[in-house]
């Protein structure tokens, strides 16, 4: 579980994927399976950071797979379905050390262990210059579920060289937390969300495009954690993220540039700016390596404190989560892709380090438990 | 919400500004190249997303996938 809704944001742009340019307004010709088989292992905590109890952290295994498909002449379908598991420990309070540093207290690895199944069914009608597209989704956790669906349209103008896109969606979220009564936890509670959705794509010339989006997602019920032993949070949050994409082809080098640049902000005092750079280097007609670098960098929730204060009172916003934190994050991944006719294969190896130390923001208040991971991938897709 | 307003404002001057020529139908081979797509390997960007959720503050504003919460 996880104090935010993320089935919002996926319906607002998902099946219905980002509008591509015009060229690809057409239902798919071929069916195409996948599966994606992923693993990832936060690094263990240091015994600086958390002098007593458990080191260990999450490894999430993901399972993914997916269904495109023609639907007679003017539509496709789209099936995801996601499974993962997960087992460690996660920050449980903060405190003060002896020699008065903060520093982290994990909950029991032998205690925590969970699994999310995710179904969600769409489909996308096409029309001469433009589409529309439906999808529903259900998930479900040992300690959560949410039901989501959401809307999208996309209309082409200007010789089709200009896209209009928008989109609305809607999640309804339950929570029942394990062991409720044991940890005095809340027993059960819930959330809605709704976002809409605004995006202009933009033809430059032969080899480039440009898109800009513009999210806004507004979150009300209950957004506290309820697995930390203390965690109050306001009961609504208004979320805006505004994406710009560019895309570049190098015909001498036959390799592609994508890069991306999102601003977000939300009522509770989070900014944060992500830029990510890849490069599609094809070599001859099989294989791709695909490098890409991400920077992120936020700043700190207005609540935000490193070390908890059990003496205030519950009315109080107080969070130790170190997500609220201010705090910079590197990563770096490399993909290499087979194409083999009807088959191909996708490698995906990446390393994910956050630190106070990279953030850009004046820290304050610098969290003890920002996560380090490494992740592993292997993708197939089948054509038929 | 000033800093947006200006952000906002770049953005539409910048798309304005951007001189784009007139690409004809014909002219769009390399556009149409499935590495020139907005999101060109969809479980890929949703994993990743899926994620960064999990551990950052922000989400929203990107071509996502999945529903539910997730903790990791």
Redesign the interface.
Known sequence: ???????I???????M?????A??DAPPTQSTV?Y?L?N?QEDDLSRSEAPIGELER?E?D?H?F?LVSPLGRNMSLHV?A?Y?S?SGA?PWFTSRSLDGEPVVNLSGPSGIW?R?A?L?VGSRFYLENGSFAGKI?????ND???F?FGLNGEKNYN???TTVSVGLSY?S?QIFPTDAALFNRVIEDDKQST?VFFS????????S???????I?EQSGFLSDPYKLRDIRPDNKT???????Y?R?F?STNA?LHANY?????D?G???H?SDLSW?Q?LGRTL?LVPTLRY?N?SA?NFFTNVDNFLNPISEYQSSDY??STFG?VSGSL?VIADMGSWTA?L?AER?L?DDKYSAFEVSKPSTAL?KYN?I?L?IDFRF | ?R??RA??LL?ICS?ML?S????K?W??G????E??????????S??N????????????????????????
Not at chain 1, 137 to 141: D, V
Not at chain 1, 200 to 207: G, L, M, P, R, Y
Not at chain 2, 20 to 23: F, K, L, Q, S, T
């Open positions: 579980m996880k104090n935010a809704s993320r089935s944001i996926a319906l607002s742009s998902t099946a994927a980002l509008p591509g340019i060229l690809s996948s994606k992923s990832y999450y999430i993901v993914q997916q995801d996601n993962e997960l996660s969970d999310r995710e969600s989704g259900y998930s479900e956790e959560y579920s949410a989501s010789n089709d060289l999640s979220d976002s202009v794509s933009q033809v430059i010339n032969q080899v495009s440009f898109q800009s989006a513009l999210s997602t979320q805006i993220a505004w994406s710009n994409s895309r082809f015909v592609a999102r601003y977000y902000h939300d509770f989070v900014n944060s992500t599609y094809n791709q992120y936020q929730a997500r609220l994050a993909s996708t995906t994910y956050a996560v992740r991938s993708g | 919400m800093q947006l952000t906002l953005s798309l951007i784009c020529a007139e690409v139908a002219e769009r390399y556009l149409a190249r590495e020139m797509a907005w999101d060109p390997n969809s479980l890929e949703s994993l997303d899926h994620i960064f959720f999990s551990k950052e503050a922000s989400s929203g504003g990107n071509s996502t996938a999945g529903g539910g919460c997730g903790c990791n």
